[in-house]
């Protein structure tokens, strides 16, 4: 922990760097989202736009996490304390995204998706809450 | 000290104190005190709880007697101008019925047993435990409370709004708790949306509590309180504190996330083309998702129940030590299993939606970390039971509760175990089988541990023992009615009874009197089950009143306790004066060995508490682990 | 008595309370704020719409995410100079920090009032139309240059958008237990700027009052509306309420002993068939009970209501506090000042659901066939897509097969015309552009509808038929703003809470300071530590929100 003048001192320069990098890594965030010779991947936003961004948001805010918090010098529970924060919220997010992509297809109870034209049939029959039976003219639209 | 000091009153503790004395407001409304704090908190929670139980009266009353009017002896109590719109004719509706049962669930759930375990005991207890002055900081702690109490308040006074109260189930699933209540043209006027206000509350209240805990656990504890000395009561509070630490923020994300989709017409929980009978299609721009709501609610779900459990199991550890003269059998195993089971309650939540349409993959983790956790579980209550073992056992009011805990959790505990298997949940969820279950480790579990706490430190609170003779007839008539409500349950359950079901069950008579369930019981042979149950319900309403009254009059005419610590025990909180006054201790306090040193061959008396100083010629006791002193 | 380690270090953990504090208290702000974004990914996973992608305009938040982080250096330069007991130099870097705080709440409440007065409409067709909303218009007004008192004003003095539904109406009538009072008010307002039409009671309304009484005229016919009116009413009819519910929960429980003594074999269940409670006989003692008051509207009258305050019909429609209006409806468009974008994803999703050609489905759309401004823009819109197939093919070229370009153009550069892209077009044909300060303010502020004119973005009068969905961009109008509007909002408060915080050592902390400036510093250093968080919190926010 920082304590004496020369090491804030110290501190203080690292700060000013660190906050250098963050304005940095914040342009290059933008740049990679909407420069279309940095963008990996297929044109437009894709999976690897997704990550990429994620990775430097996460550089990003670990600088935070480290240095202007400083993590890097914190006692040995504080980071059980904000590490379990992290870990749960981890499970959370990721146990959540399986529930979500691992659906139930048990044919006892799922037939698979419906024929196209089935459903297209009760498509065209819908049961909107249309407005009135009887209505003005419509307004001929402005040229 | 010697462990027989004669009684300090509170008023010596001042003697160091240059404060001069708070006004009646400072001293006993707006205490930052925990103690002051923790009374307010049990006395508020005892109060929710007994709302709470009038709310199930009624509901057990149209589940026995569907279609009659409710009896005068229990309609007495509304208006009739609340009866005329909430009865029809006199018999409780099933909207009356759905209102009661959601409020059933939140009060005595988030009003009554989290308070009362963890704020009223976690308070009380735990800085007299560890041998601190007060919780780090005292006056997050009286915020807690009163947030909690305004939280409470505004829940309950929806009960008076044209809408009433909220009626979508304590769970309170959207779509149908987006909706319900939402021909009220001012949303902030409608019981469900009020329902989630006072839920952001009381989430803050226990945020704020649970910080206050655990930073206090971590750095208020005396000289010689390492980690493996504590008591284990101060363990489960700090595992407590974890859970809800931890686990309530997404209910608060969902709770804000529903408040929106009511007053800002979002559609984060409504899917889309959502058609109701009073509106048609609804005008929601749809495409969210009520399973959402679901994984976010559930994820606290969980681990609330084990924030639940703890505080009762708190109690319990510290009272059979005390009243079998033996330490607690396997301390360290306790210990682990409890962090353990902390750890593992955020990984098993979705076994409370295996019906929602999960796939096998994320539905087999579920069921694998469901059975894992009832490890942890098992070892607690096995640990407990051995402690017993070869104990001379004392059956004070306290030991009484405790020990009837140990069967009535383990067979909830038990009967919880089918629910794990998503093949038995199949059919099994949404019956009575899962309502005697989680009543079982609630009610004649959770409670009687949290009886017997109160029944143990209200000597050490007041100076007086509660009397025994009214503790008996509180206990045994409790334990015969509560077996009566709930194990019929589990059979009623196994033979397809519906929960939610206002009427008993008899209107699937009607239309499915002889369908079969797997075990090849009917509705018709078990509806009559009904009656017995809600007499027994009403039976343990009865019960309760010789304990209001113990409460009350042993304050006043109880037998005076003869020592600051009348049950010789060997933990901290027996070492201050009766009551604890401001500071608590007279004397900061040294810790020179474990929490339960009794029975020791190398001691005359049978207990050697942990603030007592080892005598000349004895070493100091050995640190049991050398890694703890290090934090 | 005090309590130990809140400022120095308790020696085995080597924290102070507030340290171990503030960091459980961040572990639970990761899970809150987790909590919403794992709800945004499932939100943008299972969307049945076209997720909107770079929605937003990307000049706020870059600029918020610029005051941020130097406000995170600034507030850390704060603590240095405590620690360094450098008093001036706390307060300059601390109020820094403060003001950075409010340009970023400066910043962000412009973002949203430009959401908040933005209209969104999805027709039936899932056609999607963006713009401003005209206002109404008196009689006679210049509609291309309003003057401000041409305006229509409503009985709080607010201007009219033009979105209202408007009836004919010649009856009201209210539901005794659930009218409610502030719309009262407002039909009472709106009858009187309208020709001071008169709204009174339809007939006389009979009833007993006592029980054994005679019916007699309670209210009579042509008594005006008031809310008084109506609160009487409806005590009256909680009190004839009560009274009948008592005295049929009593006929029902004679009639319940009656059977139940009458079976003692049977339970209470198999009997309620059997229990039948005589209505006659009770109704004799019966007090009246009025549900509905009817009011008849006089002359008819043209009233206004928000689209979301009533359920229309052809003859008579309902409002959601269950008032019956009775009467014409007449023609109720959305009518747009200024449209600002037409966007055709969603009905293209609809229509590759189907089976069906984009381009086909798009032709027969509702705004395709009713507006020359759309065909003239979907035309100069498709040579710019065929421009940009055919550079994205030059450049990247082909995949293995020969035949499937490396990359193409996404559904949004296809199927999208956003305001950009009008002016474009305007400015294409003839349009003079807009200096570079003005171009700028539209990054913060919208299009300028004022200087590029209805040219570029034109009149459209959509018919209330053709709506499915309308909203202004706010919670309600898709899930992407909900969760967008929440987290940013949550957000934002946490800027404002720690903000507050921070002031309050700014302005308050000088007696500290004195005191004990260690103390003061440790505080800082906690709230130091919460504003890092905010501005962590927002790193993943920005490019999550506003570049994903």
Request: glycine content about 10%; proline content about 5%; hydrophobic content about 45%.
């Given at each position: 922990m920082a304590d004496t003048p020369e090491a804030i001192k110290k501190a203080t320069r690292l700060y000013l760097i660190i906050g250098g990098a963050l304005f940095v890594g914040t342009v290059l965030t933008v740049l990679v989202a909407t420069v279309e010779a940095l963008d990996i991947g297929r044109h437009g936003f894709d999976m690897a736009d997704c990550i990429l961004g994620l990775i430097i948001a996460t550089v990003k805010a670990s600088l935070v996490a480290v240095i202007f918090m400083h993590l890097n010098h914190e006692k040995k529970a504080i980071y059980w304390i904000f590490g379990s924060g992290l870990v749960f919220v981890s499970f959370m997010a990721a146990l959540i995204a399986l529930a979500k992509g691992d659906p139930q297809e048990d044919p006892l109870f799922y037939d698979g998706r419906p024929a196209l034209e089935e459903k297209a049939a009760e498509e065209s029959a819908p049961p909107v809450e249309a407005a009135p039976a009887e209505v003005a003219p419509t307004t001929a639209a402005q040229p | 000290m010697s462990a027989h000091a004669t009684p300090h009153t509170g008023h010596d503790a001042h003697h160091d104190d240059h404060h001069h004395d708070p006004g009646f407001l400072r001293k006993y409304v707006f205490s930052t005190d925990h103690k002051m704090i923790g009374m307010q908190y049990g006395i508020t929670a005892m109060l929710f709880l007994a709302f709470g139980f009038y709310l199930m009266m009624v509901m057990r009353w149209s589940i026995a007697y569907p279609h009659q009017p409710l009896p005068e002896w229990m309609s007495w109590v509304f208006s009739d101008g609340w009866k005329s719109r909430w009865l029809q004719d006199g018999k409780v509706t099933g909207e009356t019925y759905n209102?009661?049962?959601?409020?059933?669930?939140?009060?005595?759930?988030?009003?009554?047993?989290?308070?009362?375990?963890?704020?009223?005991?976690?308070?009380?207890?735990?800085?007299?435990?560890?041998?601190?002055?007060?919780?780090?900081?005292?006056?997050?702690?009286?915020?807690?409370?009163?947030?909690?109490?305004?939280?409470?308040?505004?829940?309950?006074?929806?009960?008076f709004m044209e809408s009433g109260a909220a009626k979508s189930g304590w769970t309170n699933y959207s779509p149908l708790a987006g909706f319900a209540d939402g021909q009220i043209v001012n949303q902030w006027l409608a019981g469900q949306t009020q329902w989630l206000v006072g839920l952001v509350l009381l989430i803050t209240s226990s945020l704020l509590g649970s910080v206050n805990f655990i930073t206090t656990i971590i750095n208020l504890r005396a000289r010689g309180m390492t980690w493996m000395r504590l008591p284990f009561f101060v363990w489960a509070m700090l595992v407590t504190g974890f859970l809800l630490l931890l686990a309530f923020p997404p209910l608060e994300a969902a709770g804000i996330m529903q408040l929106m989709d009511r007053v800002a017409h979002s559609s984060f929980f409504m899917p889309s083309g959502l058609f109701t009978k009073s509106e048609g299609l609804a005008d929601l721009s749809g495409g969210g998702s009520p399973l959402l709501y679901q994984h976010l609610f559930w994820f606290l779900g969980h681990p609330e129940v084990y924030v639940l459990l703890l505080p009762a199991i708190a109690c319990v550890a510290e009272i059979i030590p005390v009243n079998t003269r033996k330490p607690l059998w396997g301390y360290k195993s306790m210990v682990y299993s409890v962090l353990v089971l902390g750890f593992l309650s955020f990984i098993v939540w979705a076994h409370h939606m295996y019906l929602t349409g999960m796939g096998p993959v994320v539905s087999t983790w579920f069921q694998v970390t469901t059975v894992l956790i009832s490890i942890p579980s098992v070892i607690l209550l096995t640990a407990m039971i051995i402690?017993?073992?070869?104990?001379?056992?004392?059956?004070?009011?306290?030991?009484?509760?405790?020990?009837?805990?140990?069967?009535?959790?383990?067979?909830?505990?038990?009967?919880?175990?089918?629910?794990?298997?998503?093949?038995?949940?199949?059919?099994?969820?949404?019956?009575?089988?899962?309502?005697?279950?989680?009543?079982?480790?609630?009610?004649?579990?959770?409670?009687?541990?949290?009886?017997?706490?109160?029944?143990?430190?209200?000597?050490?609170?007041?100076?007086?023992?509660?009397?025994?003779?009214l503790s008996h007839l509180h206990f045994w008539p409790s334990l015969v009615c509560m077996n009566l409500i709930f194990f019929p349950m589990l059979v009623q359950g196994m033979a397809g009874f519906h929960r939610r079901w206002y009427n008993g069950g008899d209107a699937y008579l009607a239309k499915a009197a002889d369908s079969v369930n797997v075990f090849g019981n009917t509705v018709r042979d078990h509806i009559d089950l009904n009656i017995i149950m809600s007499w027994g319900a009403w039976a343990l309403a009865v019960a309760q009143i010789p304990f209001f009254i113990n409460l009350f009059l042993s304050w006043k005419t109880g037998k005076k306790i003869t020592s600051d610590n009348p049950w010789n025990a060997t933990t901290l909180e027996w070492a201050t004066p009766t009551p604890p006054g401001h500071g608590n201790f007279l004397e900061e306090p040294s810790v020179y060995r474990g929490p339960y040193e009794y029975s020791r061959p190398d001691c005359d008396e049978d207990y050697l508490p942990q603030w007592v100083a080892p005598k000349r010629n004895e070493p100091a006791e050995p640190v049991a682990d050398k890694h703890d002193s290090a934090h | 008595m005090e309590i130990p380690y809140i400022v120095t270090p308790r020696k085995d953990t080597g924290l102070t309370n507030s340290k171990i504090a503030i960091w459980l208290f961040l572990a639970s702000e990761v899970m809150l704020f987790g909590g919403f974004f794992s709800a945004y990914v499932f939100l943008r996973i299972g969307a049945d719409y076209p997720w909107p992608e770079r929605t937003l305009p990307v000049l706020p938040g870059l600029i918020n995410t610029f005051v941020l982080i130097g406000s995170s250096v600034t507030v850390v330069f704060a603590w240095a100079s405590l620690k360094l007991r450098n008093w001036r130099k706390f307060q300059l870097y601390m109020g820094i920090t403060v003001a950075c705080a409010a340009i970023f709440m400066v910043l962000k409440g412009v973002e949203y009032s430009v959401k908040f007065s933005h209209q969104a409409v999805r027709l039936t067709d899932y056609t999607v139309l963006e713009g401003h909303l005209g206002y109404e218009l008196k009689e006679g007004a210049d509609s291309h240059h309003p003057k401000a008192e041409d305006y229509e004003k409503d009985h709080n003095g607010n201007k009219i958008e033009e979105n209202r539904i408007r009836v004919e109406t010649s009856a009201l009538t209210f539901n005794t237990l659930r009218f409610y009072k502030p719309w009262i008010a407002d039909l009472l307002d709106q009858a009187k700027h309208h020709g001071d039409a008169k709204i009174t009671l339809t007939g006389d309304i009979k009833g007993i009052k006592t029980e054994g009484g005679k019916e007699e005229v309670l209210f009579k016919a042509g008594t005006p509306l008031s809310v008084d009116l109506l609160e009487e009413i409806q005590s009256l009819h909680l009190a004839a309420r009560s009274h009948n519910s008592a005295l049929r929960t009593a006929a029902s429980r004679v009639e319940w002993d009656k059977a139940l003594a009458a079976n003692p074999d049977k339970q209470g269940w198999e009997l309620s068939s059997e229990v039948n409670v005589d209505m006659e006989a009770l109704k004799p003692r019966f007090l009246t009970e009025i549900q509905s008051v009817p009011f008849k509207v006089e002359p008819a009258t043209r009233f206004i209501f928000k689209p979301r305050d009533i359920r229309e019909a052809a003859t008579q429609s309902r409002l959601r506090d269950d008032t019956v209006v009775d009467g014409k409806l007449l023609e109720s468009p959305m009518v747009f000042?200024?449209?600002?974008?037409?966007?055709?994803?969603?009905?293209?999703?609809?229509?590759?659901?189907?089976?069906?050609?984009?381009?086909?489905?798009?032709?027969?759309?509702?705004?395709?066939?009713?507006?020359?401004?759309?065909?003239?823009?979907?035309?100069?819109?498709?040579?710019?897509?065929?421009?940009?197939?055919?550079?994205?093919?030059?450049?990247?070229?082909?995949?293995?097969?020969?035949?499937?370009?490396?990359?193409?153009?996404?559904?949004?550069?296809?199927?999208?015309?956003?305001?950009?892209?009008?002016?474009?077009?305007?400015?294409?044909?003839?349009?003079?552009?807009?200096?570079?300060?003005?171009?700028?303010?539209?990054?913060?502020?919208?299009?300028?509808?004022?200087?590029?004119?209805?040219?570029?973005?034109?009149?459209?009068?959509?018919?209330?038929?053709?709506?499915?969905?309308?909203?202004?961009?706010?919670?309600?109008?898709?899930?992407?703003?909900?969760?967008?509007?929440?987290?940013?909002?949550?957000?934002?408060?946490?800027?404002?809470?720690?903000?507050?915080?921070?002031?309050?050592?700014?302005?308050?902390?000088?007696?500290?300071?004195?005191?004990?400036?260690?103390?003061?510093?440790?505080?800082?250093?906690?709230?130091?530590?919460?504003?890092?968080?905010?501005?962590?919190?927002?790193?993943?926010?920005?490019?999550?929100?506003?570049?994903?």
């Open positions: - | 209102m009661f049962g959601a409020m059933h669930g939140t009060i005595m759930v988030f009003l009554g047993i989290v308070p009362l375990g963890f704020g009223a005991f976690g308070n009380y207890v735990t800085p007299l435990q560890i041998g601190a002055v007060d919780m780090a900081f005292p006056k997050l702690n009286m915020m807690s409370y009163w947030i909690y109490l305004a939280g409470g308040l505004i829940m309950c006074a929806s009960f402690s017993l073992w070869g104990g001379s056992i004392r059956f004070t009011p306290p030991m009484l509760w405790a020990c009837a805990f140990i069967p009535m959790f383990g067979i909830g505990g038990l009967t919880g175990l089918p629910l794990a298997f998503n093949l038995v949940d199949l059919h099994l969820h949404d019956t009575y089988y899962v309502i005697g279950h989680f009543h079982y480790v609630v009610a004649p579990g959770i409670l009687f541990g949290l009886f017997a706490g109160v029944y143990h430190w209200y000597p050490k609170i007041t100076g007086r023992f509660m009397s025994p003779t | 000042h200024n449209l600002d974008a037409i966007d055709f994803q969603h009905l293209v999703m609809k229509a590759e659901e189907k089976g069906i050609d984009p381009q086909i489905a798009i032709q027969n759309s509702w705004i395709m066939k009713n507006s020359e401004f759309a065909r003239k823009a979907w035309e100069w819109h498709n040579k710019k897509v065929e421009a940009l197939e055919k550079r994205l093919i030059a450049d990247y070229g082909f995949e293995a097969d020969g035949k499937t370009p490396k990359r193409e153009p996404t559904h949004k550069e296809r199927y999208r015309l956003g305001w950009k892209e009008l002016a474009k077009m305007a400015e294409d044909g003839g349009m003079a552009k807009l200096s570079f300060a003005d171009k700028m303010k539209e990054e913060f502020m919208g299009p300028n509808y004022a200087a590029r004119t209805e040219k570029t973005f034109p009149h459209l009068s959509v018919p209330r038929e053709q709506i499915g969905f309308a909203s202004k961009f706010a919670p309600a109008w898709n899930t992407y703003y909900a969760i967008y509007f929440t987290i940013t909002g949550l957000h934002g408060l946490h800027v404002v809470g720690g903000a507050l915080v921070l002031a309050y050592y700014l302005f308050f902390g000088r007696k500290m300071y004195d005191a004990n400036p260690e103390w003061l510093a440790n505080r800082v250093e906690v709230g130091g530590l919460f504003w890092h968080f905010v501005d962590l919190v927002w790193i993943f926010v920005f490019p999550i929100l506003y570049l994903m």
